[in-house]
């Protein structure tokens, strides 16, 4: 029997529409399955704006039609893939598209609905906001201080600028942002009371640009239906847009007009999971952070043996204060500014380690006359150290910006703790390399007394505070989380001195910091202004203590904190490579954003590295666990941060030596645009961060014994041959200088064992000429031939 050509046309069209319509059930049915257990809703929708607020919203419908009539234009929103995944999570792409007529000033929508909503929820957007951010909030001008004394009371709650937040009670909030102001194109959230997490992970952007972000709570004491919303845009339309301290302003987001054929593809994915508390759900944001945007790419630039050589010579040019009596490293030698001679955070000791490490016999004169400049003449009675002074024997300024002068004597705490962290590594370092005649003994009673200063606070406080009276001791301005960088200075102090009970505080306070601040998922307060902000700073510092109490413990508990640490550290580094506007000097420089670290909450910019440490508690913790996520992130950060560092060479920059703060991914800064640099910034905390990452970690990491095997400097390397005796590698260098490259190998079981201090000294170095490609042998002791 012949059938009638339009009858099996007809019956084709209805099969496949049975198929399709099957299909789209089977995808709503799995959606509705993972966000079912959180109370959760997915809808795809069209906004129609007025200027840039939000005028109209249209829902594509859930029972079946995909399309949608506004005004003369039919709209078609597609799921083109979609993937259930194990550990109930699921992953989809969906198509928005025009498909006739036009629709001005409007955008699509895609958004997650949460009802039967709680305050106690923590909400994470990384490296903007951390459960919810909600903090006491005093609206202060940059920079911030806590000036008045019945708003800083001992038992202070934690206190920011007007960053943004939601309520503490969960009143109606609404907090609007695009991707360039997070580490990673993510919301989350944990619940505590279900023990249950949820992980949303997208892309940066379209076509149109970075996508817009819109979270809105209504969960208050009077409100019946609490609930929260996050939406995904594009383009990208904020009403106000972050900006300074803690400001909004217009956000100059400008909706587009549709016209036929218009389309937009979105990409998510979606993690629902159980959780029993804040370090399950921050490791499972750990592990799952680079989800959907994959593994990055790294370009080399500049060896590490020349962007450190290049930094050091840069700041004996440039960075040398001599006046009289008075000589040191500085950042800006003979400003008039108090805050180009900083001590401890942003001052010596921290600006001559690195000339130590390189040292020349003016480097080490100059060293010397800088730890001069600090350890003899700059301590409070207290034995902390004053902030700031211009000449020996000069007048002392204060941390409290606009009264400075008023106040000489209030200083952050953190500076003595720098003091004495930098300084025991410096005289440990003039020891190895047989100058212990240079060590002068002001200098060691001098970090005594800074060591007993800060016991004698934690004795009286149980705690560091934030900014402290360094002649009374009286705690100026408590809380805040930088204190978990004692852990580290009393810690390497106990060595040196051989003093047990310094030892017992930096255990003592490292566990408190611990359980007050980070187990409650906050974590800040390191930087001098950003009032107690969440922040970067805090979750390093305490990964470098954890790690230094490993290294002379051996107690595994301390690993386990820093792998906290990190997991939540990991929530501040940026995970992928960001695309900077067409033009921008990163974009034509071809910079890859990834390893870079958002500052704080306050302030909105990524920046090249760990202010002011080199990254190589990273190394350690690697070493203790063998977690190869770790392995990915050391890299991500120790790699990409010479990309920063001026060179002949650098497509980013040509000022020899110089590193600029800024990663600028978001528009949060009048005046210095997306992915630009200023290159007139020369900024010595961060080139010294940076010189340090080339020189306290090494080039090439490996095992003898496995296949691990790490490249960190800016070269390319590979093993060749092995057999139970020794291993070949080739090391080809692509740049345009002759590297010296710091080769680190040992075995798996000497992995283990953790490192001394300054261990860097020991590792060998291998030469290879620029655009030279050469064989090593390394035997199964690590040593190189």
Known sequence: ??????????????????????????????????????????????????????????????????????????WKCSVDQFKVLPDSAFELSTTFCLVNGNLKSSGIAVTFDFKNW????????????????????????????IHDEKDKPFDMPVTTTNILHFNPDGSHAKVEMNTGNIATPMFSYFNPDKNKGFILLFEQGTRFGNNGMILEEDAGPGTLDKRFGFTLTAPCVRYEKYVGCGGRAKSGDIPHDWKAGDKVTMRLKVYSFSAKDLKEFYSKVFEVRKGLSGANNYDCITPYSVAANLIVEHHNKDKWHEQGKTAFYCNHPGSSSPYSYQIGWSGIPLYS??????????????????????????????????????????????????????????????????????????????????????????????LKKCADGLISIWNKYGQFGQFIDVESGKMDINGATSGCAAGSALALASQYFNEPKYLKVAEDATIMYYERDFLK???????????????????????????????????????????????????????????????????????HATGSIFASSQNNHSAPGYYVLSGDFMLKLFRATGDKRFAEMYKDQSHNVVQYAGAPYNPLRKESGFVTERVQLSDWEEGLGVGDVSTFDSNMAWETLAVLTCLQNPGIYLHTDDDTFLVLDHVEAKIVKRDKNHLIIKIHNPTNYDAQISVFAETLAQSKIPMKLNSFLSWPKVEVKAGATKEFMIKKDGSVI
């Open 1 to 74: 029997m012949i059938m009638n050509p339009k009858f099996v046309y007809a019956l084709i069209l209805g099969l496949f529409s049975t198929f399709c319509l099957c299909a789209k059930k089977e995808k709503e049915t799995g959606i509705t399955d993972v966000l079912k257990n959180l109370d959760g809703q997915l809808s795809f929708q069209v906004w129609q704006y007025d200027k840039n607020k939000v005028n109209q919203k249209h829902v594509f419908s859930v029972n079946g039609t995909d399309e949608l009539k506004i005004e003369n234009s039919l």
């Open 118 to 145: 709680s305050a106690s929820n923590y909400i994470l957007i990384p490296a903007m906001i951390y459960g919810g951010n909600r903090f006491r909030i005093l609206d202060q001008s940059y920079p911030p201080y």
């Open 521 to 591: 998922g906050y974590a800040g307060g390191g930087a001098s202004e950003i009032l107690q902000s969440p922040d970067s700073e805090a979750p390093w510092d305490m990964a470098e203590s954890c790690m230094i109490l490993y290294s002379i413990t051996g107690k595994e508990k301390w690993l386990e904190m820093a792998k906290y640490a990190v997991h939540m550290l990991s929530t501040w580094m940026v995970s992928y490579d960001y695309k900077f506007p067409e033009g921008s000097a990163m974009q034509k420089a071809g910079t």
């Open 353 to 446: 380690f690195p000339q130590i490490i390189l040292e020349t016999p003016e480097r080490l004169q100059r060293s010397c006359l800088s730890m001069d400049y600090v350890l003899r003449g700059s301590q409070g009675k207290t034995g902390l150290f004053h902030a700031m002074k211009m000449n020996m024997g000069g007048a002392f300024y204060g941390d409290e910006f606009s009264k400075a002068i008023e106040k000489p004597n209030i200083a952050m705490t953190r500076r003595s703790i720098d003091v004495l962290y930098f300084s025991v590594q410096s005289l440990d370092l003039l020891a190895e390399r047989n100058h212990s005649d240079l060590i002068k003994p002001e200098w060691r009673s001098s």
